[in-house]
C-alpha cells in the first residue's frame, strides 16, 4: 500500500535547524547559532505573568486569541495565493520563508543581498535596484521584506526602503514586512523605519510582530499583524481555522508589558526593556563575540 502526499507538502527537507541543533547539542560547548535570546527572563515580566494567574478576576474571558507572528505569515500566504503567483524574496533569508511559499502555492523569486570588496558591516550586504525591478513579472503580486534582517543583521536604510516602496507602488504590490526584531536595534546612529509609516505604504503593507522577539520570551508564542482592514479581514477568517486558540494568561501579560512600556518610553526611557535594556545587553554581547572571534583569526562582519 502506498499513498502520495500533497505535491505542496511532500517534498520538502528536514528543517536546517532540526539538523543543527542535534550536532549543537552532540559537537558544541554552546549552541549560539539560533535566533532565540537565551538571557535572564525579565524578572517584570514575571511578575506581570503571576498577577494573572492569581487574579483571573482581573481578566474577562476570551473566545479568540491569536497565534505567534509565524502562523500570521504561513496564514497570509495560505489566502493570497494562486498556484504559481511569484514572490519576491531577500536573499540569504529566513529559512520557513520558502517552504510557506512553496505550500502556499506560490513561486519565491530571489534577490540578492550582496557584500563587495572588503566588507566590515552588515550594512554593506545590498541589493540591486535594476535587479530588483528585473524580477518583477505579471505572476508578481507580493514582495517579502525583513527588516532587521535575519540571518544578516542588516537593518535597511531610508533610502533602500523608498526603492522597494516604489516598486511596489509601481506595480501594485502587497509588501509582507516581517519586523519582529525591530527592538534589536543598538547603537545611537541606527534607526528602525517600520516600512509602513513611509508614504503610501500603509495601504498595501501587512506588519508582522513578535512579543517573543520583543521581551525575550521566545516560547511565548504570541503575535500580530497590523494592516489596512481589506487585508486584516481574509487573513483573520482563515486564522481562527490554523490557530484557533493560544494562551490566554501569556497574552494578557504581553499586553500588560506593552502598555508599561509605553508609560515608560515618554516618562523613563532609560527604564525601557525595548528602548534600552535589552538593546544595552546584545551590543555588549555583540562586542565579546566579536573579540572572541578575532582572537582566533576570524573576522565578523
Request: aromatic share 12%; glycine share 6%; with cysteine.
Amino acid at each position: 500500500m502506498s499513498f502520495t502526499p500533497s505535491r505542496n507538502a511532500g517534498n520538502f527537507k528536514k528543517n536546517l535547524w532540526i539538523e543543527f541543533t542535534a550536532l549543537a547539542a552532540k559537537y558544541a560547548k554552546a549552541n549560539i547559532g539560533q535566533g532565540f535570546y537565551d538571557g535572564p527572563f525579565p524578572t517584570f515580566l514575571a511578575k506581570i505573568l503571576r498577577d494573572v494567574a492569581e487574579h483571573p478576576e482581573k481578566t474577562e474571558w476570551h473566545q479568540y486569541t491569536s497565534g505567534f507572528g509565524h502562523s500570521r505569515l504561513v496564514i497570509f500566504f495560505f489566502f493570497f495565493f494562486k498556484c504559481f503567483i511569484d514572490l519576491n524574496i531577500f536573499e540569504p533569508a529566513f529559512d520557513s520563508y520558502v517552504p510557506q511559499i512553496k505550500m502556499a502555492g506560490g513561486v519565491p523569486v530571489v534577490v540578492l543581498l550582496e557584500l563587495s570588496g572588503n566588507p566590515t558591516h552588515s550594512s554593506e550586504y545590498r541589493f540591486d535596484p535594476q535587479i530588483l525591478e528585473s524580477k518583477i513579472t505579471p505572476r508578481t503580486k507580493m514582495i517579502i521584506l525583513n527588516n532587521p534582517h535575519n540571518p544578516t543583521g542588516k537593518l535597511f536604510t531610508r533610502d533602500e526602503l523608498e526603492i522597494i516602496a516604489s516598486v511596489a507602488k509601481k506595480h501594485n504590490l502587497i509588501v509582507v514586512s516581517d519586523e519582529v526584531y525591530e527592538w534589536h536595534v543598538y547603537g545611537h546612529s541606527k534607526k528602525m523605519i517600520r516600512f509602513a509609516s513611509l508614504p503610501g505604504m500603509f495601504d498595501r503593507t501587512v506588519t508582522i510582530g513578535s512579543a517573543g522577539k520583543a521581551f525575550s520570551v521566545t516560547g511565548w508564542k504570541i503575535g500580530w499583524a497590523l494592516a489596512p482592514e481589506i487585508l486584516l479581514r481574509p487573513l483573520k477568517s482563515v486564522h481562527q481555522d490554523f490557530v484557533y486558540t493560544c494562551c490566554t494568561p501569556v497574552q494578557e501579560a504581553l499586553a500588560r508589558a506593552f502598555e508599561q512600556e509605553l508609560e515608560l518610553f515618554d516618562s523613563k526611557p532609560e527604564n525601557s526593556y525595548l528602548l534600552k535594556i535589552m538593546a544595552d545587553d546584545l551590543l555588549l554581547k555583540r562586542d565579546r563575540m566579536a573579540k572572541l572571534l578575532q582572537s582566533v583569526g576570524i573576522k565578523p562582519v
